[in-house]
């Protein structure tokens, strides 16, 4: 009977002292959630671009004694694909600052009647643009906004045709230079590897020029063509890390 009651006696004081020790037990706290990786715009890239670009042309013709015969403008529009290479250096946070030079091959081109003589048209043609710019933009992580400007170049051609038969009397090239704006965004989907779209505008003034031959819409005139181009094109570029000031960040805990 007395090893019955120490026993029960005995059974009574673990049940009290067990919710004692358990909540004398350490809780083992969640880990803290990881902090979002902070993307680096720093460092060369090299990608490619396509798009779309249209070009508007005003031409006149300025004969001997100074005279300007206006005959129109057009605009015209086409394909764009090509590349760009550059550098970007990021700095104080989200500011990123940048170089690039793009080059792209155009396909825009206009043929339309003369207004001072039908029997003739003029027929202009874009092949090449090329863009060397700087940048200004901030980044929130993955995301960049950027403004750009500085020089741009285009490769043209101008023809003067008869209307009905296509026969060309008279063409020159000319490579022109001015200057360009633009704006873009660009996303950063992997650590190397960012997409991105943009646009430009390209102010290439005008320029006097004459053909090989004597004009056949005004005799002895030169040309007197202005050109504007705007392009919006896909990017996409692949950083590489050399000359970066610090490594690739990671997520921290």
Same mark, same amino acid.
């Given at each position: 009977?007395?090893?019955?009651?120490?026993?029960?006696?005995?059974?009574?004081?673990?049940?009290?002292?067990?919710?004692?020790?358990?909540?004398?037990?350490?809780?083992?706290?969640?880990?803290?959630?990881p902090?979002?990786?902070?993307?680096?715009?720093?460092g060369f890239?090299?990608g490619?671009?396509?798009?779309?670009?249209?070009?508007?042309?005003?031409?006149?013709?300025?004969?001997?004694? &100074?005279?300007? +015969?206006?005959?129109?403008?057009r605009? $015209?529009? #086409? =394909?764009l *694909? /090509?590349?760009?290479?550059? %550098?970007?250096?990021?700095?104080g946070?989200?500011?990123?600052?940048?170089?690039?030079?793009?080059?792209?091959?155009?396909?825009?081109?206009?043929?339309?009647?003369?207004?001072?003589?039908?029997?003739?048209?003029?027929?202009?043609?874009?092949d090449?643009?090329?863009?060397?710019t700087?940048?200004i933009?901030?980044?929130?992580?993955?995301?960049?906004?950027?403004?750009?400007?500085?020089?741009?170049?285009?490769?043209?051609?101008?023809?003067v045709?008869?209307t009905?038969? &296509?026969?060309? +009397?008279?063409?020159?090239?000319?490579? $022109?230079? #001015? =200057?360009? *704006? /633009?704006?873009?965004?660009? %996303?950063?989907?992997?650590p190397?590897?960012?997409?991105?779209?943009?646009?430009?505008?390209?102010?290439?003034?005008?320029?006097?020029?004459?053909?090989?031959?004597?004009?056949?819409?005004?005799a002895?005139?030169?040309?007197?063509?202005?050109?504007?181009?705007?392009?919006?094109?896909?990017?996409?570029?692949?950083?590489?890390?050399?000359?970066?000031?610090?490594?690739p960040?990671?997520?921290?805990?």
């Open positions: 009977m007395k090893k019955f009651l120490l026993g029960t006696v005995g059974l009574i004081a673990l049940s009290i002292s067990a919710p004692a020790l358990a909540a004398d037990m350490a809780v083992k706290a969640p880990p803290p959630a902090l979002p990786v902070i993307y680096d715009w720093s890239y090299i490619g671009n396509g798009g779309w670009g249209q070009s508007r042309n005003c031409w006149d013709f300025v004969d001997v004694v &100074g005279g300007v +015969f206006s005959d129109g403008c605009d $015209r529009s #086409g =394909g *694909v /090509g590349g760009q290479i550059g %550098y970007r250096w990021q700095w946070g989200g500011w990123v600052f940048g170089v690039e030079a793009q080059g792209d091959w155009a396909d825009i081109q206009n043929t339309r009647a003369s207004l001072i003589n039908p029997l003739f048209s003029t027929q202009v043609k874009t090449g643009i090329g863009l060397f700087g940048q933009g901030y980044a929130w992580n993955t995301s960049l906004l950027y403004v750009k400007g500085g020089a741009a170049v285009t490769s043209n051609s101008f023809s045709l008869d009905f038969s &296509g026969f060309e +009397f008279a063409s020159f090239s000319s490579t $022109r230079w #001015g =200057g360009a *704006v /633009g704006v873009g965004y660009e %996303y950063g989907f992997a190397n590897w960012s997409v991105g779209v943009e646009y430009d505008h390209l102010f290439m003034g005008d320029a006097n020029n004459s053909f090989t031959v004597v004009n056949p819409i005004v002895g005139a030169l040309n007197r063509i202005s050109q504007d181009v705007d392009m919006v094109t896909l990017r996409v570029n692949y950083r590489f890390n050399w000359g970066t000031p610090y490594s960040p990671v997520a921290r805990y």
